[in-house]
C-alpha cells in the first residue's frame, strides 16, 4: 500500500449501532486527523493525534472516539450512531503536527446511519 | 463558529476565462493559508499556500493574493480548464501556539466547474 487507506468505502449503518471506520497509513506520519465533510460546511475536524498514544478533540468530538495504538492506525468509533453522522469521512495524516506540514488525505469513507 | 468564510459555493466558468474563489478569516493569528483541490470520490489534496508575509503566490496557472490587512485571500485560476473542475477548499492554521495549532480550518468549499 502506499499513502493513506481507509475501510470501509462505504457503509449504511442502523441508527444505534456502533461503528469503527479504519484508517492506515504507510509514510510513518507522526500526526493524523478525522475530519467529516458535509455540503455547505467544509471539511470538520473531528479529532486528531499528534503521535502514536496521545489524541486530542477537534471542532465536532461528540459522538466520535478514536485512539492511536502505533504510528500507522487511527481508526475512528461511533459509539451509537445517529442520522445526523450520515456524512462522508476523511482520514488524513502529516509528517508533524505543528509548522508547515502538508496533509495528505485518504479516499474516504461515505456512511449513511438510517 | 466558522472562523474561515469562503464564497462562492458554486462557480461555472468556460474553458479559457479566469475562476476566483475568496475566502476571509477571522482569527489574525493564523500565519499559514493552503488551498486543497477535490476530485469527485478522492480525498483532497494541497494546491498550493501562502504565508502571510507575501502578498502573492504563483504556481504555474494558480496564484494566491493574500490581503492581511482586510483578512482575505483568493485563489485565482488562470486560463481555466476542464480538468480544473473540483472542488476548492481553503483553509488556515496556526505554526506555533494557540488551539488551532497545527490543525487546519477549512472554509466550506466551492465546486467549479469549467466548461468546455
Known amino acids: 500500500i502506499a499513502g493513506i487507506t481507509q475501510a470501509p468505502t462505504s457503509q449504511i449503518l442502523a441508527a444505534g449501532r456502533r461503528m469503527t471506520l479504519r484508517c492506515t497509513q504507510d509514510?510513518?506520519?507522526?500526526?493524523m486527523y478525522w475530519y467529516r465533510q458535509d455540503l455547505g460546511l467544509g471539511l470538520r475536524l473531528i479529532h486528531y493525534s499528534n503521535t502514536a498514544g496521545t489524541t486530542g478533540k477537534g471542532e465536532v468530538p461528540d459522538g466520535y472516539s478514536v485512539s492511536r495504538a502505533n504510528t500507522d492506525d487511527f481508526p475512528l468509533t461511533l459509539a451509537s450512531a445517529v442520522p445526523s453522522q450520515t456524512s462522508v469521512y476523511f482520514c488524513?495524516?502529516?509528517?508533524?503536527?505543528?509548522?508547515?506540514?502538508?496533509?495528505?488525505f485518504g479516499p474516504g469513507t461515505r456512511l449513511t446511519v438510517l | 463558529q466558522q472562523q474561515v468564510k469562503q464564497s462562492p459555493q458554486s462557480l461555472i466558468v468556460q474553458k479559457g476565462g479566469i475562476s476566483i474563489i475568496n475566502c476571509a478569516y477571522e482569527n489574525t493569528a493564523f500565519d499559514y493559508f493552503p488551498w486543497y483541490q477535490q476530485f469527485p470520490g478522492k480525498g483532497p489534496a494541497l494546491l498550493i499556500a501562502?504565508?502571510?508575509?507575501?502578498s502573492e503566490k504563483k504556481e504555474g496557472r494558480f496564484t494566491i493574493s493574500f490581503n492581511k490587512s482586510a483578512k482575505q485571500f483568493s485563489l485565482h485560476i488562470m486560463d481555466s480548464q476542464p480538468g480544473d473542475s473540483a472542488t476548492y477548499f481553503c483553509a488556515a492554521t496556526l505554526t506555533a501556539g494557540g488551539t488551532s495549532y497545527g490543525k487546519l480550518t477549512f472554509g466550506q468549499g466551492t465546486i467549479l466547474t469549467v466548461h468546455p
Open positions: 501562502i504565508r502571510p508575509d507575501v
Open positions: 509514510m510513518r506520519h507522526n500526526a
Open positions: 488524513a495524516s502529516s509528517v508533524r503536527l505543528a509548522r508547515y506540514n502538508e496533509q495528505f
